[in-house]
């Protein structure tokens, strides 16, 4: 143990009082020790580095899932035109609807405050590949071409596109087992494939992320979608989309149509639709708290890496720490030596691990299409949580330290 030996020589003078006992020294640790005793063991500083980086990346990735599942699932609300949104009373998420009759809608229209109300329809169709002929389930979003009901750039300036029967927009966020669409229409090709066995052109591009349950879109007129949902009963509509005059006050008029509407819709603020929709996917389904508790084995994971590394640590110094007792050094001094120690690892262990979990988040984008991305509060809270995940090691590895006698080891 560095200086060990020049600390106990420089206070042994000053270790006994007038009747021969020893003095309690009341002393800092000294500057660097904690990082001298950390670096004397290379191979073992680096396994520790190692294994809280390992911690790192995998709450990271953890939290960058399940960050990506709420983000993508929330996109289409947040593209909604308009303030207030009508469900049918049993909808449950985007991937499991519900219909109700449009009148409902058309109702709403009557309300005080309203300026315009748009059905939208939405089902899974099944798409086939132009390339391999294969066949994928896609989720079709159809629309009223003269509504701007959705707040995307490239729906808005390709929609009357839409009016010509048997057309559609692709999603050039689709993965890519639904065929290099994006990347032929952008190079000028005349795209065409069947849609429920009916043939459909592609005429436009738009951007939304797939999702954990939607791996493709594709944005169609209400008319279009109807030839191309011959299962579906005409009348009924999935999500109605109810935008306000400009003055008009949202809780005002949400609690108008509420007080006016039957039971069978409900209707909510744009905001809570979205909040609705993460609230089935972490509550619903074992998605959410599978990321949760890979969170937490990643806590535990980490925290038994620096337990070890910090308990060898202690074992190997053991005699040193028995002398500093011996000549009056309490256990609060030793005690935060070890726990120094730990908050070096944490921070050592936490650089690397934030570079890598960048890199993965990257390399997950590419390959998924997922909105995987880093944002300061997940930096800081991660490292919060290795912060406490090495205290909580250290103090573990102290109880060694506290036992410690130096009648024992002498």
Not at 66 to 74: E, I, Q
Request: proline share 4%; charged share 20%; glycine share 6%.
């Amino acid at each position: 143990m560095a200086n060990l030996s020049a600390n106990r020589d420089s206070n042994l003078n000053h270790a006994q009082n007038s009747k021969g006992a020893p003095n309690r020294i009341k002393r800092k640790p000294p500057l660097f020790l904690s990082w001298l005793q950390l670096r004397k063991e290379r191979v073992r500083l680096l396994v520790a580095i190692a294994g809280i980086s390992f911690a790192d990346v995998l709450m990271f990735l953890q939290m960058g899932f399940r960050g990506a599942l709420f983000s993508s699932a929330v996109e289409f609300h947040h593209s909604l035109n308009g303030e207030i949104v009508m469900l049918s009373s049993r909808y449950r998420s985007l991937i499991s609807l519900d219909r109700f009759t449009e009148r409902r809608l058309y109702q709403a229209a009557g309300v005080t405050g309203v300026e315009s109300v748009s059905p939208i329809y939405l089902n899974f169709m099944q798409w086939r590949n132009p390339d391999n002929k294969e066949i994928w389930d896609i989720f079709v979003i159809g629309i009223q071409p003269d509504d701007q009901v959705m707040n995307l750039p490239d729906v808005q300036a390709n929609q009357q596109r839409l009016r010509d029967p048997d057309t559609a927009l692709f999603n050039r966020g689709s993965r890519t087992e639904f065929g290099p669409i994006a990347r032929r229409f952008q190079a000028g090709e005349v795209i065409s494939t069947e849609v429920n066995q009916r043939q459909v052109q592609i005429r436009g591009l738009f951007q939304l992320s797939p999702t954990f349950g939607i791996n493709a879109y594709l944005i169609t007129s209400d008319l279009n979608f109807l030839r191309l949902a011959r299962f579906r009963q005409g009348g009924l509509i999935d999500v109605g989309v109810i935008k306000l005059q400009p003055n008009a006050d949202v809780e005002t008029v949400l609690a108008r149509l509420q007080s006016r509407l039957p039971n069978d819709v409900r209707v909510m603020t744009k905001a809570d639709y979205a909040k609705a929709e993460v609230a089935f996917w972490n509550a619903s389904t074992p998605v959410g708290y599978t990321f949760d508790l890979g969170v937490v084995i990643a806590f535990i994971v980490g925290a038994v890496i620096v337990y070890q590394i910090l308990y060898s640590d202690v074992t190997d110094h053991l005699p040193e720490y028995a002398t500093l007792k011996a000549i009056g050094f309490r256990d609060r001094y030793l005690l935060v030596v070890v726990f120094q120690e730990s908050l070096i690892l944490a921070a050592l262990g936490f650089i690397p691990g934030t570079a890598i979990a960048l890199g993965l988040y990257q390399i997950t984008h590419v390959a998924t299409l997922l909105p995987m991305a880093m944002n300061a509060g997940r930096v800081v809270f991660v490292f919060v949580l290795t912060a406490l995940m090495c205290s909580v090691a250290a103090s573990m590895a102290v109880r060694k330290l506290q036992q410690a006698d130096p009648a024992d080891i002498f």
